[in-house]
């Protein structure tokens, strides 16, 4: 049977508390019972010891060595006359041991106390002390003072009395000793009560909570309160179910992404593989004239063209975002991976009637040289593509701050202000004007800004006051690396 941490709590607390209230009444009340045994000796020996005095001075005025009757009698008038005021119980002993004056019983005058211990010593000249327990449970304490004349015992001064006892304490306390044990139960359990709750409530919040976030309301969050050690653990908790809705939003937009992206891959494979069919289904069917055949052979080989890039290009992005290992990183002069971008692309830029201008320079980058070579061709190609006839493609370097810049920059239509957020997006065409006859599959972007963020860089897009798009790259440049280390 499992038990709530609050009804623990309560039994521990309880027992705790009860355990400690025993512990330190007892200690409490022997010492009680020996403070009273102390301060009860004190005055015993304070009266042995007159009384003690007393009788020596009788008998060594007498002369004869011992206690006279008559000296007795005196001795037991002056006894009764102040013995009113004394609660103890005083006896005259002679040297054999033997009471001569009781202050509280006639009939204890004779009685012979040689064989008590406490008086046996002090009839060999030690005081001597004793304690016993009454049958009403007192604490009784005897006290032997012996009179000595000349080096010789005379007689005893023998005094008894009697005190409380913890037994006799709880014998006549015990209504108000249990009406105080009530009281300081019934604190103890409101105390604990409230206590358990401060500490209960924020752990039972923290489940509900938990419980809400587990059925799937991952909004929901810990309020820190109580002991600092559960405001840790709510700390804690929302700190994981933050992490774990970043994860799960992450989780949702990769899924949509994933589907966003078969379904785009789906709709760019239906184009070619459309036309190739129609293509050969219609030489299947024969009867075809020569230039029409020709035409058809040629959408064919132009289509499969299309699929290799494609396929080609997706490849190139996932070995890109995929990629586990590092780059095979070197020291990049930017301005000869433009250079060769440039040469590399000439033949394309001078069919299109494009003049594409180098200009500027930039601290060289730590990077790999085909993969940066590759995104300033990609731009290169599209900023030709956009760009009418006789117009002008500038690549612009150029050092910022701690950052190496180089810019693109066309004479063409420019983008929307719309289109700006989701060029870098797989099977975008921010140009409605490119199709997929004059465009390509739309990943040209998304590769460049792939291979842009693996090395720690940064691409934007922007249209130009003058007319025609600016592409912006920012890597970092080799001389702040080495400034920061």
Do not use: C
């Amino acid at each position: 049977m499992r038990t709530s941490i609050r009804i623990r709590l309560l039994a521990a607390f309880l027992a705790v508390a009860i355990f400690s209230a025993v512990g330190l009444s007892a200690y409490f009340l022997a010492e009680l019972e020996s403070y009273g045994m102390r301060k009860l000796e004190d005055r015993l020996l304070s009266e042995g010891l007159l009384l003690a005095s007393t009788v020596a001075a009788q008998v060594d005025a007498g002369g004869d060595g011992s206690l006279s009757e008559n000296q007795a009698e005196t001795l037991a008038d002056e006894l009764t006359r102040i013995g009113q005021g004394i609660p103890s119980h005083i006896r005259i002993l002679d040297a054999d041991g033997v009471a001569l004056v009781d202050s509280t019983l006639e009939s204890g005058i004779g009685v012979r106390y040689a064989e008590t211990p406490e008086v046996a010593a002090a009839l060999a000249g030690q005081r001597s002390t004793a304690t016993r327990l009454t049958e009403d449970g007192r604490m009784a304490l005897t006290v032997a003072e012996p009179a000595v004349v000349d080096g010789r015992v005379v007689g005893v001064a023998y005094t008894s009395a009697t005190t409380f006892s913890i037994r006799t304490l709880l014998r006549d306390y015990r209504l108000r000793l249990g009406a105080v044990v009530a009281l300081f139960i019934v604190l103890v359990l409101i105390l604990t009560e409230v206590l358990s709750r401060w500490l209960v409530n924020p752990l039972l919040d923290l489940a509900r909570t938990a419980v809400s976030f587990a059925d799937g309301d991952h909004s929901v969050r810990a309020r820190p309160r109580g002991s600092s050690e559960i405001r840790a653990l709510a700390d804690a908790f929302n700190a994981m179910a933050d992490e774990v809705q970043t994860v799960m939003v992450e989780l949702k937009g990769e899924e949509r992404r994933k589907s966003r992206f078969v379904s785009d891959v789906s709709h760019e494979l239906r184009t070619p593989l459309t036309a190739i069919r129609g293509a050969a289904e219609t030489l299947l069917d024969g009867d075809v004239p020569e230039d029409d055949a020709r035409q058809f052979l040629s959408t064919i080989v132009r289509e499969s063209e299309r699929l290799s890039r494609l396929a080609n290009d997706l490849l190139t992005l996932q070995r890109i975002e995929g990629a586990t290992g590092e780059l095979p990183i070197s020291r990049v002069d930017l301005a000869e991976a433009a250079r060769l971008a440039i040469e590399g692309l000439a033949p394309l830029t001078e069919s299109r009637g494009v003049h594409v201008v180098l200009e500027g320079d930039a601290p060289p980058v730590l990077g790999d040289r085909d993969r940066l070579q590759q995104v300033l061709g990609n731009l290169i190609d599209n900023a030709s593509r956009l760009t009418p006839e006789s117009g002008t493609v500038t690549v612009s370097l150029a050092a910022e701050g701690r950052e190496s810049i180089v810019r693109v920059l066309d004479e063409g239509p420019g983008i929307a202000e719309k289109d700006i957020p989701h060029v870098f997006d797989r099977f975008y065409r921010a140009q409605t004007s490119r199709d997929r006859s004059t465009g390509g599959a739309g990943l040209g972007l998304a590769i460049v800004a792939a291979i842009v963020r693996s090395h720690a860089g940064e691409v934007t897009a922007s249209t130009r006051p003058e007319g025609g798009t600016a592409f912006t790259l920012r890597f970092p440049s080799i001389a702040a690396r080495s400034q920061h280390h």
